[in-house]
């Protein structure tokens, strides 16, 4: 009875229950509670908000630099999506970027998001900067249900970006879905002058079978593994092991979430090529971030 007391009711609870279930597996089982409701209501309206919202420009691309390990300059930028919400303000990804891959959202904002990196980069080259990658992240979703060859060709043709100056980040997870399908994918991209990173290495599924099928650009260490370098020796070993790991297969290093001088320096004497983090930028607006390409200063 606490459930409902009519048939459409207690069918909808049913319904959100199941839903529940099947987000966490096959072989289970989940009795309704009020706060399911609450969460199905909350991602409604998130739904709805999120599909006004790209309707209406409220999405918009913060930069993040990565630097040279050996000179300190910028020598790349990674592209992060925010959302102005009307009523909740600045949004980070991990508010909103689950709905999005729920309801499928994800395609149109992930195809908006290579669009406008693409549409800044030439802009800011146009504009007597230099030349550098800009990244950005894909969802496995974007590999599955969106065209994702097609649509970055398509947009480096309309934008006039040379494919060296575009790069893609996915997670270990991502290529663990459907290897052979976004092996392939993968490797139409790079034929094209793309560059391929794989982002949070060594958080996933930690196989390096992928990486024989397929050649990578870029291993990107996983902040969470630099925070507590250099004091825990367990993860300054493992930082050190992927950076040589990566250097023997041909393939650079990126390290992220640097936040202080001593990561930096045991990152330096380790021999990464680059670094991103707090340390020296966190990620910032478009107007911000032309000013500090404009200076083209090292950061240390």
């Known amino acids: 009875p606490a459930d409902g007391q009519e048939m459409d009711t207690l069918v909808k609870n049913a319904g959100i229950a199941l839903s529940h279930t099947k987000e966490r597996g096959k072989n289970a089982f989940r009795f309704f509670s009020p706060e399911m409701r609450k969460n199905a209501e909350h991602r409604v309206t998130m739904e ?16 993040q630099p990565k630097l040279s390990v ?21 949004l980070l990804p991990d508010q909103f970027i689950p709905f999005a891959e729920d309801s499928g959202l994800i395609v149109p904002i992930g195809d908006w998001v290579i669009r406008k990196a693409c549409v800044q980069n030439k802009a800011w080259q146009d504009a007597g900067c230099r030349p550098m990658r800009v990244s950005v992240n894909l969802s496995a979703i974007q590999f599955r249900h969106g065209n994702i060859v097609k649509n970055v060709r398509e947009i480096l043709d309309r934008t006039g970006l040379s494919a060296m100056y575009f790069e893609v980040e996915i997670t270990e997870s991502v290529i663990m879905k459907d290897m052979d399908m976004v092996v392939k994918k993968l490797g139409e991209l790079r034929e094209m002058g793309v560059w391929v990173t794989i982002d949070d290495f060594g ?17 990107k260490i996983d902040k969470s593994f630099l925070c507590d370098v250099p004091s825990d020796m367990g993860d300054s070993v493992i930082v050190s092991s992927i950076i040589s790991l990566g250097h023997t297969l041909g393939f650079s290093v990126v390290a992220e979430g640097v936040e202080n001088a001593e990561q930096l320096e045991f990152l330096k004497n380790a021999e990464c090529d680059e670094v991103q983090g707090f340390l ?15 200076e083209n200063k090292p950061f240390f």
């Open 70 to 90: 050996t000179t300190g300059e910028i020598v790349g930028m990674e592209a992060l999506i925010r959302w102005r919400h009307p009523s909740k303000g600045l």
């Open 48 to 63: 709805s908000d999120l599909r006004k919202g790209l309707k209406r420009n409220e999405l918009v691309l913060y930069y």
């Open 203 to 219: 958080t996933g599924y930690s196989s390096l079978s992928y990486i024989k099928q397929f050649k990578v650009d870029t291993l």
């Open 280 to 294: 020296f930028s966190r990620p910032v607006s478009e107007d911000a971030f032309a000013k500090i390409l404009k």
